[in-house]
């Protein structure tokens, strides 16, 4: 089924469409959200939450732009929440990376992982999408373009931004962690 | 090549974006510079890390898990969207999320301020990343996803 007719059909509560759906889509947004989050039990949960969300309101979605690009929005729009809300969560990783630190032992890809999307979060959040969809997602500017409603040069420039503000940002942790 | 300049076009030169000119200044500064090698070696691994995240496993059960959600709720999407709570149910849910609420939010104030002065204050580097977060409202982010690019 193609996107036209599957979404006719969801819309129908066609059990059998809505399983296409999600058999069609959840690569994507998990990936997206991994992107994100940076924790793959996290991207799972934000899957569960973008289909219940694409469900609930697939009467809203006007044809205007292609299924793609609305459920990267929803994905997006959640993994933000998400963030949001793990934020007193992410007090507990300093606390954990400052342990590591102490120990002085060569840094594990679990810190290192928990650094790069402390990192990546802490970006500008129009940077931070650009840069996640980009590099995890490896979207063209033209498709981030459109998912996020700007101009491609507009998009270039944000991942442009996006890569010296990481770089500025790790080495502003390498540097304090090496005193 | 100093090093602020080489340490910004790291990423570039790892992914192999730099023309003949800068990759070799690059290397030039990194042959000669112990700190600059140090994070580049850090960088890499970042950057390998970026690259074995992407395309993850997803959870075989997780299709059937989400369709049976949907299937337990038994609505169409339009039956879903057309329903609507009582004004009484929602009269209630709203107090109840209005009193745990103010309780919640102060707790959590609590919370975060002495958690705070604890882990973020020795680590001014780390903690610098986590305060950026407080600087970013989500829902400018929303207003700037939902309005067209002038
Ligand atoms: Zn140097």
Redesign the pocket.
Known sequence: MNDHDLIKAVKKGDEKAFHELVENYQQMIIGTALGFVGNLDDAHDITQDVFIEIYRSINSFRADSSLSTWIYRITITRSLNHIRREKRHKDQIVVETDIREETSDPLEDADRKKILHLAISSLPKNQQIAFTLHNYEDLSYKQIAQIMQRSISSVESLIFRARKNLQKKLWEWYKNSRV | M??SK??LKLLDFIDGNLDQKNTANVEK?LSG?D??RGFFTELQQFNILMHTEKKPNVNPFLSNRIVETMVLQSDTPSQLHRRHFSKLTAAAAIAVLVVAGIFGGLEIGNRITSGLSSSQADHPEISSLVNELNHEPLEQMLFNLNTPAQ
């Open positions: 100093n090093c080489t340490r500064h510079c700190v600059c």
